[in-house]
């Protein structure tokens, strides 16, 4: 089984890259049924990925990017595995030497945003910051104290019963 790739941040490349592999010529691709991706012919890819880590680092902060990173980690695991698996690391520039940097420079773009992730090769930790770990004990303590509560409530109850019926 065959696995193209196609991320977002590279899509016209990519799909021009798949449309040749598969005997296109890659040039009669129409990008405007993509509304997410409007590429600006007159920039690069690499200045339209450096502008969107522009836009990102504007609006999250480094502390919120770390933790979606570790959020994510299993996710960026798979990521990794699958940009490996793609058939583009097996393809020929067109001067014939091997085209084996898709991985590897997908993965380096990664390992910019999210390094701890990108260089771990396991499954990660869960995420469970402290406070939340001791929000979580403090509910179940609370849930346990007004369970004990309401059988003592129901005790007493069927105790009152009891006595009415006497």
Excluded at 17 to 27: E, F, L, P, V, Y
Excluded at 78 to 98: H, S, T, V, W
Excluded at 120 to 137: F, G, H, M, Q, R
Aim: with cysteine; proline share 4%.
């Amino acid at each position: 089984m065959k696995l193209w790739v196609v991320r977002q941040e590279h899509m016209k490349e990519d799909i021009d890259t798949i449309d040749r592999a598969m005997g296109g010529d890659g040039t009669d691709l129409h990008m405007e049924h993509f509304d997410h991706v409007r590429p600006d012919a007159n920039k690069t890819s690499a200045e339209q990925l450096e502008e969107r880590k522009s836009h990102l680092s504007k609006h999250m902060s480094h502390g919120g990017l770390r933790n979606l990173c570790r959020v994510l980690c299993n996710e960026i695991q798979i990521y990794k595995q699958l940009m490996r698996r793609a058939e583009q690391n097996f393809l020929q520039d067109p001067d014939g030497r091997p085209h084996n940097d898709f991985a590897k420079n997908t993965i380096a773009e990664l390992e910019v945003k999210c390094p701890r992730e990108v260089q771990t090769n396991k499954a990660c930790d869960p995420v469970i910051p402290s406070n939340l770990k001791a929000a979580n004990e403090a509910a179940t303590a609370d849930i346990a104290a007004q369970n004990a509560h309401m059988k003592l409530r129901v005790k007493y109850a069927k105790h009152q019963m009891e006595q009415s019926q006497k």
